[in-house]
């Protein structure tokens, strides 16, 4: 009677060691759970495209619609998608309203760079100025300008209008229209 005794205790105790260690394995599975939730909780929209450079995306932007292309560039604020024959579209994180075509990968929160971290829609927005190329200006409310980026303020944008198929001229020149950097959604460029 003493081993049958002895025998149901040593079951006891290696029964209760399995539930131990089962539980130790459920806390330590939700603690990782909680920890892989609090790293995404970091990601930024700008890590995620940083990841995805060279990729094919498709846009839904507010005031454009549907743009889809090669994301080229992307800084804190914006990107640059490569579309059909040559254009480009500079694409300000404020106006995108979806982005499909990511992959599951994400660059990590921070790793960028200082430098990179300064390119911002406003630096995007002088090498427009810089290189004197007609562009077609999308607005949020779905209004379209055409002309060249002539100077980029700290919360604007002016654009000289005229149009698109003509260099900027004096001549041709119909006006200039400041535009508020919140206003844009798209700015394409052939």
Request: cysteine-free.
């Given at each position: 009677m003493r081993e049958s005794d002895a025998g149901r205790w040593e079951r006891l105790f290696?029964?209760?060691e399995d539930q131990a260690d089962a539980l130790e394995r459920a806390e330590e599975a939700a603690q990782v759970g909680d920890r892989v939730r609090a790293?995404?909780?970091?990601v930024r929209l700008y890590d995620r495209l940083r990841a995805a450079v060279g990729q094919q995306l498709a846009l839904t932007v507010r005031g454009a619609g549907a743009v889809a292309g090669a994301l080229l560039e992307v800084g804190p604020d914006w990107l640059l998608l490569g579309e059909p024959y040559e254009r480009e579209v500079l694409v300000p994180f404020a106006a995108v309203t979806s982005v499909g075509g990511l992959g599951r990968h994400?660059?990590?929160?921070?790793s960028q760079g200082r430098v990179a971290a300064r390119l911002t829609l406003r630096w995007a927005l002088?090498?427009?100025a810089r290189d004197r190329a007609a562009v077609c200006v999308f607005l949020a409310d779905g209004c379209q300008l055409g002309g060249t980026v002539d100077r980029?303020?700290?919360d604007f944008v002016e654009l000289a209008e005229h149009p698109a198929?003509?260099?900027r001229r004096?001549?041709?020149v119909r006006g200039v229209r400041a535009v508020p950097l919140h206003a844009l959604a798209l700015i394409r460029r052939p």
């Open positions: 290696a029964d209760l790293e995404v909780g970091d994400s660059a990590a929160p921070g002088r090498r427009l980029v303020g700290a198929g003509e260099p004096a001549s041709a």
